[in-house]
C-alpha cells in the first residue's frame, strides 16, 4: 500500500518469545496506529501513537507495547507472545485532514 | 460495549444488483463516518466517507447515505461487479478523537 510498509509480511513464532513488528510511512502523517484483525472481531485498536515518542493504549493494549522514535516508524513489541495473540496486524497513519486513510497490507503472525 | 453494529454479516447479489449494507451507532458525538474495502491478503482501504452534515454522498457506483435521527448509515453499492466481491467494514469516530471504532464486516459476494 502506498505511504506504508509493513515487516514481517508473515511471521511464525513460539510462545513465550519476544516479537516485534514494523510500520514505516513516507507520508509524514502524525498520527499512526496499530490494529489486530480476527475473524468475528473486526479490527480492534491495540495502541496509537500522536507524535514522536507520544503514545497510548487502544482497546486491546494487554500484552503488547509500542515505541515510535522517528516519525516514519512504528513499532510493535510483543513482549511474550501467547497463542491468543496470533492474528493478522494492520498499520494505520491518519491526518487531520486525511482521517485514517492509508492501511498497511498486515502483517500475519503466527503463535504456536 | 459495540459502538457501531454492522449488518448483515454476509451478503450475496448477482452481477448488476444493488448491494446494501447497514451501520448502527449509539455515540451521537460521532461525526465522521468512513467505509472501507478489503480484498483477501490486503489491507483495509477507504472507500468514501461522510460527515453528519450531508444525508448523502455519492462517488461513482457507491453511495453513502446517512440517517443522523436514526444514528443510522447505509453503504450502496449500484450495478454490483464481481470485482466488488470483498470484505465491507463500517466504521465511526468523533472529532478531537484519535480512535476509530469499526463494525465487524460484510463479506460481499457478487455473483457473475
Known amino acids: 500500500d502506498a505511504g506504508i510498509t509493513q515487516s514481517p509480511r508473515h511471521k511464525v513464532t513460539e510462545t513465550g518469545t519476544p516479537v516485534t513488528l514494523r510500520c514505516h510511512q513516507t507520508e509524514n502523517h502524525r498520527y499512526m496506529y496499530w490494529y489486530r484483525q480476527d475473524p468475528g472481531h473486526g479490527l480492534r485498536l491495540i495502541h496509537y501513537s500522536y507524535g514522536v515518542k507520544d503514545t497510548d493504549k487502544g482497546e486491546v493494549s494487554d500484552g503488547y507495547s509500542v515505541s515510535r522514535s522517528k516519525t516514519e516508524d512504528f513499532l510493535l513489541t510483543l513482549e511474550s507472545a501467547t497463542s491468543s495473540q496470533t492474528s493478522v496486524y494492520f498499520c494505520?497513519?491518519?491526518?487531520?485532514?486525511?482521517?485514517?486513510?492509508?492501511f498497511g497490507s498486515g502483517t500475519r503472525l503466527t503463535v504456536v | 460495549q459495540q459502538q457501531v453494529k454492522q449488518s448483515p454479516q454476509s451478503l450475496i447479489v448477482q452481477k448488476g444488483g444493488i448491494s446494501i449494507i447497514n451501520c448502527a451507532y449509539e455515540n451521537t458525538a460521532f461525526d465522521y463516518f468512513p467505509w472501507y474495502q478489503q480484498f483477501p491478503g490486503k489491507g483495509p482501504a477507504l472507500l468514501i466517507a461522510i460527515r453528519p452534515d450531508v444525508s448523502e454522498k455519492k462517488e461513482g457506483r457507491f453511495t453513502i447515505s446517512f440517517n443522523k435521527s436514526a444514528k443510522q448509515f447505509s453503504l450502496h453499492i449500484m450495478d454490483s461487479q464481481p470485482g466488488d466481491s470483498a470484505t465491507y467494514f463500517c466504521a465511526a469516530s468523533r472529532s478531537g478523537s484519535e480512535k476509530l471504532v469499526f463494525g465487524k464486516g460484510t463479506k460481499l459476494t457478487v455473483n457473475p
Open positions: 494505520a497513519i491518519s491526518a487531520r485532514d486525511r482521517p485514517w486513510d492509508t
